[in-house]
Structures are given as C-alpha cells and as structure tokens.
C-alpha cells in the first residue's frame, strides 16, 4: 500500500481520482488547493502525489517545485487538459515522472499510478543500496586531513592526484564520461565519486554491469518492458534508465554490449528518450551516463565490433584509471584500509605489515589491480599467526610475482630494446619533472641534461604539463 496525495481544485474531479486510487488499495489524502496540498505533505508520509496542473493559487507546477524541495524521491503526476500538454511534457524535463490528460480513464490512471510508485520503489532501493555500499567501503570525502583519500578511493600518488583533480572538474560538467582502465581499478568507486559530486547528486544512481546481464535480457534491463512484450513478461517493468531519472545511470563494461543493443542506447542518448520493449510510446527521460569498461574501445570501433558514433558519444570526457603497477606508493595505505576492514568483518585485532612484506607487495606485478590486492590482504589477514604480517604470509602468483615488463618478449631484439628505453625515459623524465613540480630549468639541471635536450625530449615522447602536473 502506497500514500497518495491528491490535489485538484475541482470536487469532482479530485474524489473520482482519489476512489480510483483507494480501489487499488492504496491510502489517499485529498487537498482542495494547491497550499493545502503542500501543508499536507508535513503531515504524513507521502509516496505520489497526483495534481492538476490548472488551479487558482498555486499551481501544478507550484506544487511539483514545492514537492521536489520537500523531497525528490516523491513521484509527481501532473493531471492536464490538452491544450496544456506541452507544459506538462517540459514539466517532465524538471523533476515530474509522468502526466496524464483529461478526461481521465480509469485504466489509464491505475497504469500510470503503478509506473510511478514502482519508479518510486525502485529509486528508494537504489539509494539505500549506494548508502549501504558507501558505509561498507569506509568511503569518506576529500578534505586536507587526508589529501589520500577521495570520496573513498585512496590514492596520495601523483597518477592518482591527478585522476582527482580531473573527477572534481568534470564532474559538475554534466556531460557523458567515459572510464577505462584494467579489471579491477576501481572504475566503479570513480563512477561513483562522478555522481556523489555532481548536480545529480539528489537523484538515483543506478549501476549495470552490462557483461554480466544475458544478450537476451539486456534490453529489458535497461530500457524496461511492457505486458506481454515477451513470455514471461506477466507485468509492465520499469528499466534501469527510467529508474535513473533525474540521476546516473553507469553502464560498465559496456563494450560486452551486442551492437544491437547499443543502437538503442545511441537513439536514448541523442533523442533523450526510450521505448519500453512491446511499447511504442516515447518516454523522456533526463539521465547522465557514465560508461566503463577494460576494453580498448578505440580498437574495438576500428574493427567493427563497437560502435564509432555511440563511442564518441560516450567519451565526451574520457577518463583513464592507472593500473596499481604504476602508483606503487599507494600499496601500503591500500594494504592497511584493506586489513583493517577486514579485522572489522572478522571482529579481530588488525595486523600491520613488516617491512618484507611490504616491499614483497610492491615488487608485485598486480594483474588484477586493486581488487586482488585487496583479496591478498585479507587473506593474509586471516592466515598470518602473528600480530603482524610477514612476507611469507601473503600467497601471490609466483609466475606474475614481478612486476610486468616494459617490453613485449614476442618483438625483435631491436624494436624491444626500443620499447624498453621508451618505457624508462618516460618514466625517469616524469618523476624528475614531478619532483621539481614541472620546472623545466631546474630538471635539467639535477638529471644533468642540457634545458634544450631535455625540451626536444619533452617533445618526442609527447609528454604533457598534465602528467606531471
């Protein structure tokens, strides 16, 4: 049983509305006038309220204003007559789920009341399980007590400080955010620093792992079904995107997605809205997307497997997450975070690190990233004896036990060495530059290179302010 607000200045109207609404179960309060409607809302609890757009005093639009400040997660259906149609579709576009013309149906108001409350039901769910996810991880904002966490990713090195600055400027921009990385980077937790710290932040943010949905219930998932639209679709259900209203909808692993189903996110990203699968009405919907996945869409695109216009639509701010091999400095504050949850789980005592295991932990390759340094350390935690973990007590892959190599062993002597002197001028030049926080004259000088030389290197390994920066 939902609670439901009724407000139409009109007798008849709003008590046939409202007994419609109580047949199908539902607890219902009445308001004659737009200000009585909004007192009311302080009163009890409320879940929909439905109201006409066209009253003395204070309006439907009034009322959707006064609702949403209230509380966004309230559903809103504005009730119009024809001639007001476009007023309620912008409506829509500012925070109402969905409206509905006069004269009213029956049928057509039970439906639309059903859509409402389970987008209602479903944002309510989706925000209690971010919440619930945000305490678990020990997530905790920026601030200059700890410049090595942010939003709950720990990272004091100068690739992740970096990553920072660039989440705290792009995100308010509004815009489509592309993240790539390696498995287990952290690719989730950056989506979710996006939203936490956007404009968006009141709404939902929702979260599908699109590699680990089937082909066949894929687009069910995202963009809902109608009654019938297939066997087994006993129900209307509203998908990820509707459900994101408002919000972020982030699609990760999105280069698992089948080509087809990416022609309808396409069409949902430059027409802004969606057709349920067995439906033919458009719904609009106001939803930022942010997209990830570990794959080289840029070399999927050239071989035909991804598709260029969703691709570039996708990365209108492109993000790149550091794989863990290259911001070593990180481990040991990763190491601890990751022990003393785990201590916490277990209800036991946490254990630090000897100095062995430590430097054992960075001389690691780290194929899987974050997460398998996280399942290394809670291993550890449970296995070691001591009150502090020893080198001997984490359990690696011996064959990936260093770090991986700065050249491919399948290449010619040549181009290898080639690759490898790359890999380590880079890497030299940064940390010098860096290190002397990107004066030119000063880097010089200590690696004892000639300002010029060191410019013209600049320049041939495309080294940018950026980066070292």
């Not at 149609?85 to 912008?90: I, K």
């Amino acid at each position: 049983m939902a609670h439901i607000l009724v407000i139409d200045d009109n007798d008849t109207m709003r008590e046939g509305v409202a007994a419609v609404c109580e047949r199908m179960g539902h607890d219902v309060v009445q308001a004659a006038s737009g200000d009585e409607g909004v007192s009311q809302l302080k009163g009890a609890p409320v879940d929909l309220v439905l109201t006409d757009l066209k009253m003395d005093g204070l309006d439907g639009i009034g009322v959707l204003k006064a609702v949403k400040a209230h509380d966004p997660d309230i559903a809103v259906i504005l009730i119009t007559a024809y001639a007001s149609v476009d007023t309620a579709v912008d409506a829509m576009k500012t925070g109402a789920q969905d409206y509905i013309e006069k004269p009213v149906s029956t049928d057509k108001l039970r439906v639309r009341v059903d859509k409402a409350l389970e987008w209602r039901t479903m944002r309510t769910a989706a925000e209690r399980l971010e919440a619930t996810t945000h305490v678990l991880s020990g997530a905790r904002d920026h601030d200059e007590e700890d410049p090595g966490s942010f939003e709950g990713i720990i990272g004091a090195s100068a690739p992740m400080q970096r990553l920072f600055r660039a989440i705290d400027k792009i995100a308010r921009a509004d815009t489509n955010v592309h993240i790539a990385g390696e498995s287990g980077t952290g690719k989730e937790l950056v989506a979710t620093a996006l939203h936490r710290r956007s404009t968006r932040v009141a709404g939902p943010l929702i979260k599908v792992n699109c590699g680990a949905i089937p082909e066949t219930l894929l687009e069910s998932e995202l963009f809902g079904h109608e009654k019938g639209a297939f066997t087994g679709a006993d129900a209307r259900r509203v998908g990820r995107f509707e459900a994101a209203e408002g919000g972020t909808i982030f699609l990760d692993e999105i280069g698992d997605m089948p080509l087809e189903t990416q022609a309808k996110v396409l069409r949902v990203l430059q027409e802004r809205t969606l057709e349920r699968v067995g439906g033919n009405t458009p719904i609009p919907i106001d939803v930022r997307v942010v997209a990830a996945t570990h794959r080289d869409l840029e070399k999927e695109v050239e071989e035909g497997t991804f598709r260029e216009d969703l691709y570039y639509r996708l990365a209108v701010v492109p993000l790149e997450l550091p794989p863990l091999r290259d911001r070593v400095e990180d481990i040991p504050a990763l190491s601890e975070r990751f022990s003393a949850l785990q201590a916490e789980r277990l209800n036991r005592p946490k254990k630090g690190f000897s100095p062995e295991a430590l430097a054992r932990l960075a001389d690691y390759g780290w194929p899987g990233n974050v997460r398998e340094l996280r399942n290394v350390v809670e291993q550890a935690q449970v296995m070691a004896s001591g009150e502090v973990i020893e080198a001997s007590d984490l359990f690696l892959n011996r064959r990936k036990a260093t770090k991986v190599r700065a050249w491919d062993d399948n290449l010619p002597y040549n181009e290898a060495k080639r690759q490898a002197t790359e890999h380590f001028e880079r890497t030299y030049l940064l940390d010098a530059l860096r290190k002397h926080e990107g004066n030119i004259s000063r880097t010089a000088e200590t690696i004892g290179l000639a300002r010029q030389s060191l410019q013209q290197k600049i320049k041939e390994l495309d080294l940018r302010s950026e980066e070292w920066t």
